[in-house]
């Protein structure tokens, strides 16, 4: 399960350290936003001895700089170097990019791409489609930015993108990442937000602090409700009378084969949840 991505600042040592011990799914060691331009070579250099040192608990990335930088292609070229396994790349705008970043990586890396401008929304099914993707992963500051959306509690504005969005990735066997909540402090309004991703059907929700990662676990899995649902179809459709039929009764509701597969979903997810 991908059910919390907590973007770090790798220039900054303390951050780094307490990246190791935390319960999020994924670690992303961020060379971008939220690293100054006069910190970033010192940022790429500590990205580079963590990668190379290990010893996270959670999966370890490590955001680039756009290539269109001073700074991106040599991002790209020290990490992979180093051994990195997972690259983040910002302002994926179409399939072009994607390829030219995946043709970079070494065996066995893979690119989450991050869709952040009205270029990408534009050309999501392409960039998709690029071999050695696995995520893709909604920059909904950068897009809103981009699209002069005005603010709204409930992202209206956004909503198109983020069906777009996991229909693309769900369209090519991708993982979907809703973007940050900035707000960090107000733990009503992520979880709210969280609740909203997980509607649309993204799989986890990128972070900015660690106080956000249990009530992304909670929203992202399944609830108990949900839990014993799947288990009773599951059941069902294993009970000796359902064999070969398409369509089955269970507590009172009309289920079929879509529906076992999603259920069966939801407990594989358990298992990988834990």
């Known amino acids: 399960m991908t059910r919390s991505a907590l973007f770090l600042p790798a220039s900054n040592a303390r951050a780094i350290e307490k990246a190791r011990t935390l319960d999020c799914d994924v670690a992303i060691l961020d060379l971008e936003d939220a ?9 790429r ?3 580079v001895t963590a990668v190379r040192s290990g010893g996270f608990g959670p999966r370890l990335g490590v955001r680039i700089n756009w290539l269109d930088t001073d700074w991106g292609a040599d991002d790209l070229k020290a990490l992979t170097d180093a051994g990195a396994t997972l690259i983040v790349a910002p302002k994926v705008n179409d399939a072009g990019a994607a390829r030219a970043l995946t043709a970079a990586l070494r065996s066995g890396a893979v690119l989450w791409a991050m869709i952040e401008t009205p270029r990408a929304v534009l050309n999501l099914n392409a960039i998709a489609a690029v071999e050695g993707l696995e995520a893709l992963m909604l920059g909904v500051n950068d897009l809103a930015v981009g699209l002069r959306t005005g603010p709204s509690p409930d992202r209206e504005p956004l ?3 983020l069906a777009a969005t996991v229909a693309a990735a ?3 066997g991708l993982l979907a990442l809703d973007g940050v909540y900035n707000a960090f402090t107000d733990l009503e309004g992520f979880a ?3 609740a909203q991703g997980r509607l649309y059907g993204f799989d986890g929700k990128s972070l900015i ?3 956000q990662i249990a009530p992304a676990h909670a929203a992202f899995a399944p609830s108990e409700a949900e839990i014993a649902r799947a288990r009773a179809i599951v059941a ?8 070969g039929k398409g369509a089955i009764r269970v507590d009172g509701e009309m289920v079929e084969r879509l529906h076992l597969s999603a259920a069966e979903r939801v407990l594989q997810s358990l298992d990988h949840g834990r």
């Open 192 to 194: 709210a937000e969280c």
């Open 209 to 211: 602090h660690p106080s």
């Open 170 to 172: 769900r369209a090519h």
């Open 159 to 161: 909503k198109p993108w």
């Open 35 to 43: 690293v100054a331009p006069e910190a970033k070579l010192e940022a």
């Open 45 to 47: 250099a500590a990205a």
């Open 236 to 243: 069902a459709f294993a009970a000796p009378d359902a064999d």
